[in-house]
């Protein structure tokens, strides 16, 4: 995250670079830019920010990130998002409201029961999805914290990019063949 209203995502490590998700809040919207970089290239993601790929290995990557040093930059990992594997994952973008659901396939659901300033409380009812408790049954309350992720099994994150006061806006990074939609 660089600042409070752009997000990078690295979506896929590729043979000659990688692919990013660059995503800008502007007022009530979020315009998308999907990004391949390449060694030493870089991609201005605001007035004074850019990003570079600054290492490239078959398993991992390295961005860099040269910004003013009042911009507030956070980093976090999602090994979902990151893999070989799984190049070909999708990224959705939902917006939920309190007592909404989001399904993720036909067994993972995550409820919204609050939302404040700086996070949100859900209930995770389902399996899973991959890794060694891949099919592993939960029901539990979480709290996710702005601009955090919570791994659903090592196949699926989530990942919380606004709140307002009556919803949140989520990006959810899953497997191609597991459906997004929120009731």
Known sequence: MIGSDVLVTLVAIVSHGVRVRVDIKLFDKTIEHDVTLRP?????????AE?????????????????????HVERFESH???????????????????????????????????????????????????????????????????????????LVTVMLFSTNTEQAMLHVIAPPGVSVRVD
């Open 40 to 48: 030493g290239e870089s991609y201005s993601v605001s007035p004074g």
């Open 51 to 71: 990003i570079s790929l600054v290492d490239l290995r078959v398993d991992k990557a390295r961005l860099g990130v040269i910004a003013p040093k009042e911009t």
């Open 80 to 154: 979902s998002a990151v893999s070989t594997h799984h190049a070909a994952t999708q990224r959705t973008t939902v917006v939920i409201k309190p007592d909404q659901t989001i399904h993720l396939g036909d067994k993972l659901t995550l409820a919204l029961t609050d939302i404040d300033p700086d996070g949100i409380r859900i209930v995770v009812r389902g399996e899973l999805l991959g890794g060694p408790d891949d099919g592993a049954w939960v029901y539990e309350p979480k709290e996710l914290a702005l601009h955090n992720t919570l791994s659903l099994g090592t």
